[in-house]
């Protein structure tokens, strides 16, 4: 028993650790390379820090990376924990954020946004106001006499993704290929470019309520990979804990696909990998999720813009590093347990 | 505690009813079984009886309480359910499947703390699979499963268990295992316990009472040894049977031995 604990927070302390190292890193990488030392001198009240920083270092830190560093963390945390509450509620090791079509429908109003010329805020809004949409007329098609199984659910929420799916293809038909779709392409591949402090303080706050919901039910989402009646014999008001893990997942991904575009693979990789590491009990798969999925964000991220002159777009580096990095593990560990 | 069904009937969707005027009722430390043939509606009666399935007419109470009124919570406090033992989509340990059991004691977003830990590591000492701690569930025979799953049931601390067929899959020593702890829970503990089972001479050996569902939705219930004899046996199951008494170091056994299906079925 002690011996656990101590294994534990090792665990915790060294996820927490990476992480922060992770970022102070990130935030050194690109055009502009910039020492660690100087970063924290950076962060660091004036009053603490040890030496006078260059003012060009200063704005590249606040202005670009700080804010990129901060949504790539969020971002990949928010992606990885909604993933995990999603394969417990629905029972199943193949479920994504998106499987309830949330990221199409937040796609949809995106590409939307896009076309009608709003400004990146109109854009972000409008596409977190279609993924939630989405998911209500998901849990809407679902209830049949006022009862929605977790089948009718998943059925109607593909239904919908695919819906949205086409909708988005047709505006991408009908877009100018001059400007317009590049843009969309590029959106819908995702990237985290262009962030700064606004867009944070708009999405960042439902990304944390969720990760903070899904956090505090984190041992009741154990009972509800079990059979239903099994989960409501154990005294669990499956209802309620169902709706509200699929609003805090919901509100996850909407704001991370309205600030940074899609991005897949975080949402089935990261839980599985902590799966692998720490077995199958929410109470340390929701934590670690996070922790993996920030850092594999941050890591993905920084690659993105700096590994050419171009940015990479997030999804293909999410793919590209993330397939064979599963599939080592897969084989390492013969899959989850 | 006195749990009672008063006049059930249940029916699914549209269809006619598949139980019909169901009583019975379990007092302190006394073990129902309920028997029927395959189909004929035992574990929709147990879903029923638990509210999981809601019945047409009749209710089920708790001294006096009607189950639909009563808080979830306060409900799944009083009785534990073991269902047929079938694997999640996630494999748990032992020690974490166990612990879920002290759910209906914690709050929504409560966290099982020291005293759920000892209170679930007990239940599984309690009958005798200290041996599977830190093991997986899906690295453990069916018969632990089911006793993984008593122990979880008795991590609530329930007045009632309900079983629904503990016993079926299982060779002949797990059975008696099962068996063995359903009765010494009744004994020592005081804790009575509904069962599902196919098999009339495991209810003949350790119930008080029995429920008997026929196919044509009627039922007989009362004392085990009345009930359970080979003319209700025969209507409900449509063999020919013999129940034969025999002493063994003058210790009574009852065997029950289906001799051939009935004429007429």
């Not at chain 2, 059930?8 to 009813?17: D, H, L, P, S």
């Not at chain 2, 703390?113 to 599984?124: H, L, P, Q, R, V």
């Not at chain 2, 003319?231 to 031995?257: M, P, S």
């Amino acid at each position: 028993m002690k011996n656990n604990i101590l294994k534990q927070s090792v665990w915790v302390i060294g996820i927490a650790v990476t992480l922060v190292a992770t970022m102070l890193l990130a935030m050194g990488i690109g055009r502009y390379s910039i020492s660690v030392g100087q970063i924290i001198n950076t962060l660091l009240p004036a009053g603490i820090a040890l030496e006078e920083v260059d003012e060009n270092v200063r704005t590249v830190i606040y202005n670009i990376r700080l804010p990129r560093v901060l949504l790539a963390a969020m971002a990949g945390g928010g992606l990885a924990v909604s993933g995990a509450a999603f394969q417990s509620l629905f029972s199943n090791p193949l479920a994504t954020p998106d499987t309830l079509g949330v990221a199409t429908g937040a796609s949809f109003g995106a590409t939307m946004g896009i076309m009608l010329g709003f400004g990146s805020l109109g854009i972000q809004s409008f596409a977190f106001l279609t993924g939630i949409a989405c998911v209500a007329l998901v849990y809407f098609i679902s209830r049949v006499k006022g009862e929605s199984s977790m089948m009718m659910i998943i059925l109607s929420g593909m239904v919908i993704s695919s819906l949205f799916e086409a909708m988005v293809s047709l505006f991408k038909y009908v877009a100018d290929p001059q400007d317009t779709l590049p843009e969309i392409t590029f959106w819908l591949m995702g990237s985290l470019s262009g962030v700064g402090f606004d867009d944070l303080m708009l999405g960042c706050p439902f990304i944390i309520i969720g990760m903070v919901i899904i956090f505090m039910l984190r041992w009741k989402l154990n009972t509800l990979s079990l059979h239903e009646d099994e989960a409501k014999s154990l005294g669990v008001n499956v209802k309620v804990i169902r709706m509200l893990t699929i609003i805090a997942s919901a509100m996850i991904t909407a704001s991370v696909v309205s600030l940074c575009g899609k991005i897949g693979w975080i949402g089935l990789l990261i839980p599985h990998v902590s799966r692998m590491l720490f077995g199958n009990n929410n109470k340390s798969i929701v934590p670690a999720s996070i922790g993996l999925g920030a850092i594999f964000m941050v890591i993905i991220d920084t690659i993105a813009r700096s590994a050419t002159a171009a940015e990479i777009p997030i999804s293909i580096l999410t793919a590209v590093i993330g397939a064979p990095f599963f599939i080592i593990l897969l084989r390492k560990t013969g899959g989850i347990r | 505690m006195k749990f009672e069904v008063v006049d059930g009937c249940f029916g699914y969707a549209n269809g006619k009813n598949i139980l019909n005027h169901i009583n019975c009722c379990v007092e302190e430390k006394e073990i129902l079984s309920i028997l029927g043939s395959n189909g004929v509606g035992k574990t929709t009666l147990l879903k029923c009886t638990l509210g999981l399935l809601k019945w047409r007419s009749g209710m089920t109470q708790i001294d006096g309480k009607n189950v639909q009124e009563m808080k979830h919570s306060e409900l799944w406090r009083n009785i534990g359910y073991v269902p047929q033992a079938k694997l999640s989509a996630f494999a748990y340990t032992v020690d974490e499947m166990v612990l879920l059991g002290r759910n209906s004691h914690l709050g929504m977003l409560e966290q099982p703390g020291k005293k759920d830990k000892e209170i679930a590591s007990k239940c599984i000492d309690r009958i005798g699979i200290g041996y599977l701690k830190g093991k997986l569930c899906s690295k453990i025979s069916g018969g632990e499963l089911q006793m993984v799953l008593i122990a979880r049931a008795l991590a609530a601390e329930p007045k009632l268990m309900i079983l629904d067929e503990p016993e079926s899959n299982l060779d002949f020593k797990n059975q008696l295992i099962v068996l063995e702890t359903i009765k010494s829970l009744r004994d020592e503990e005081g804790i009575s316990s509904i069962v599902n089972t196919h098999y009339p001479e495991h209810a003949i050996s350790i119930s008080d009472k029995a429920l008997i569902l026929n196919r044509d939705g009627s039922s007989v219930f009362g004392a085990a040894h009345s009930s359970i004899i080979e003319e209700n046996l025969e209507k409900a199951f449509g063999v020919n049977v013999k129940i034969q008494d025999f002493y063994h170091r003058e210790k009574k056994y009852t065997c029950v031995l289906p001799l051939s299906i009935a004429s007429g079925n």
